[in-house]
Nanobody
Framework: EVQLQASGGGLVQPGGSLRLSCAASGFNISSYTMSWFRQAPGKGPEWVSSSNADGGSTIYTDPVKGRFTISRDNAKNTLYLQMNSLKSEDTAVYYC????????RGQGTQVTVSS
């Protein structure tokens, strides 16, 4: 069974940082592009970033470029999202997915940026 569990969220002040983790089970992430999405209250899901299978190629949505970094540890079957210079508009539940398939998301993690 494919499972994805995100963790590492929390409450942070504007300008702060968080590192999200996504533990995968039931498949090897080393064979897949992996992605992060987020969903703010009352809004639809927004794609944030993707990493190809070996981590050598990464892409980001414009609002997070230069602030967020996606990475992976294929040996640990874990995907990460380092988020720096956080803004209030980054407040959302963050999910990881296999490829860019929103339907594959598992448990998300809440990120709240507020003073």
């Amino acid at each position: 069974e494919v499972q994805l569990q995100a963790s590492g969220g929390g409450l942070v002040q504007p300008g702060g940082s968080l590192r999200l983790s996504c533990a995968a089970s039931g498949f090897n992430i080393s064979s897949y592009t992996m992605s992060w999405f987020r969903q703010a209250p009352g809004k639809g899901p927004e794609w944030v970033s993707s990493s190809n299978a070996d981590g050598g190629s990464t892409i980001y949505t414009d609002p997070v470029k230069g602030r967020f970094t996606i990475s992976r540890d294929n040996a640990k079957n874990t995907l990460y999202l380092q988020m720096n210079s956080l803004k209030s508009e980054d407040t959302a539940v963050y999910y990881c997915t296999r490829q860019s398939n929103w339907g594959s998301r598992g448990q998300g993690t809440q990120v709240t940026v507020s003073s």
